[in-house]
């Protein structure tokens, strides 16, 4: 390894604060093409959960276990995240962010049009559900590397004041991406007979997809590089092996990026991708009107994040962390439990509040994570914690419907995020402050009480 400006034995936190500090900001147009480029992965994943019914009788035939086994599609596809995620992680510390971003959205592209031309099990038997379990598995690759490598740019290249608001604005585009998902799901499933929607009206969203996802591709070639990686680069200070150095000197970031990751992952994939199914399969709810009834909690997802985000900034990111911890402890077995009584100002309620909670976590986690790890082996780090995207998102709602098939118990779901919860807490109880303005006046404190001394 030719590391010799981060030495191992700095603390984590120093060396990100440091290496951030050091180059200039990005252009306002390259910070807006990262932050908003976002739509694309979470439009593709949140509409396959959004279309879970719709997809299971096309691939897997009628019957209740047919969506059990598409959800099944998505947890296995999801463990594709972290390969990804490292492969990509060590080309983006390796030869830059802007090169990973490139290339994620690249095969995400290509996997979105493949899909919306897949036959379907009435035209090539079993050999269909194969087919999209393939092309999801491409899907989780190329995704690994998509969020994490947005987000370590976006923290690299923002004002560090506001790095916790500019980092929420991605998130925020994120569940734009959402929105845009349930939004056209719900329109296809609502505007289109069942026979036809089986037919030929499922690929549609995934068209939209793949538009979304070229014309992305095309502004991101307008993008210049992380200036923290070209400072690393002029510095020589660039790592050869960074997953290695990483999982050698990093390993308590690597384990509250980890706990962090889990607790945003848990609230997000249980709490809002997975509802419209709970509430047509639990809650009793035509597909169109739980589509319909997510989409109006995916709006207040995009209006609660920036908040989060501005909260991370002034307050810190650990204070503002604890308090959604707390609510995702408190709050999510009454919400799920609103949503099975068949009214839909009830599970609007509870839809609503859970998805409120699982955005600020995700909002405040944009942040936080990249700033655990010091510039040279940032996506490597990065891509370890994405072990717990695929355990605690990938395979959740896939476990919920199964414990609810096979124990009866409709609020399993929330117990879950209340139990991740629970063992989070006490690591972010913990967590060392890493938001530059907290820093920043607790130094100036600091100095103050010296001077007086």
Do not use: N
């Not at 400006?5 to 093409?33: C, F, I, N, W, Y």
């Not at 036809?196 to 590089?225: H, N, Y």
Request: glycine share 8%.
């Amino acid at each position: 390894m030719h590391l010799r400006t981060l030495p191992p034995t700095a603390s984590s936190s120093s060396t990100t604060r440091v290496a951030d500090h050091a180059p200039s900001g990005l252009p306002r147009a390259s910070m807006g093409v990262a932050a908003f480029s976002t739509v694309v992965e979470w439009y593709d994943f949140t509409l396959y959960l959004y279309l879970t019914t719709v997809l299971s009788r096309v691939f897997f035939g009628p019957g209740a276990s047919s969506v059990l086994t598409t959800l099944g599609v998505f947890a296995i596809a999801y463990v594709m995240r972290p390969l990804g995620a490292l492969v990509f992680g060590h080309i983006g510390d390796r030869l830059g962010r802007r090169k990973v971003m490139l290339a994620s959205m690249s095969v995400m592209t290509v996997a979105m049009l493949v899909t919306a031309l897949l036959p379907t099990r009435e035209q090539i038997g079993s050999t269909a559900g194969v087919l999209l379990l393939v092309l999801r598995c491409v899907m989780g690759f190329s995704v690994g590397g998509e969020y994490t490598g947005v987000m370590t740019y976006l923290v690299e290249g923002a004002p560090p004041r506001r790095r916790g608001l500019v980092a929420s604005l991605a998130s925020a585009a994120s569940e734009v991406g959402a929105l845009l998902a349930v939004g056209v799901a719900a329109l296809t499933t609502a505007t289109m007979s069942r026979p036809a929607l089986d037919a030929w009206g499922w690929r549609i969203p995934f068209l939209v997809g793949a538009l979304l996802a070229a014309g992305t591709l095309i502004a991101r070639s307008t993008m210049q590089e992380s200036p923290a990686f070209e400072e690393m680069q002029r510095s020589r200070a660039t790592d050869s092996a960074p997953l290695w150095r990483t999982l050698r000197t990093r390993r308590p970031a690597l384990y509250r990026t980890f706990t962090i990751s889990a607790l945003g992952s848990v609230t997000y994939y249980v709490g809002i991708t997975y509802v419209p199914t709970y509430l047509t399969s639990v809650g009793g709810f035509a597909e169109s009107d739980a589509l319909w009834l997510s989409t109006i909690a995916s709006v207040a997802v995009i209006v609660i994040t920036p908040f989060a985000g501005v909260m991370a900034d002034r307050l810190g990111r650990r204070p503002t962390l604890v308090v959604f911890a707390v609510l995702s402890l408190v709050l999510p077995v009454s919400m799920f439990g609103l949503m099975t009584w068949g009214h839909a100002a009830t599970a609007l309620t509870g839809a609503v509040v859970l998805a409120l909670m699982a955005g600020g976590v995700s909002a405040v986690g944009a942040s936080s994570t990249p700033e655990q790890f010091p510039v040279a082996g940032r996506l490597s780090g990065l891509a370890v914690a994405t072990v717990a995207t695929t355990v605690f998102g990938g395979f959740t709602p896939y476990l919920s419907q199964a414990l609810i098939e096979s124990t009866g118990w409709k609020l399993v779901p929330g117990v879950m995020v209340a139990s991740i919860a629970l063992l989070a807490l006490p690591v972010l109880w913990r967590l060392p402050e890493t938001a530059p303005a907290r820093l920043a006046r607790s130094e100036a404190a600091d100095h103050r009480h010296l001077s007086r001394v």
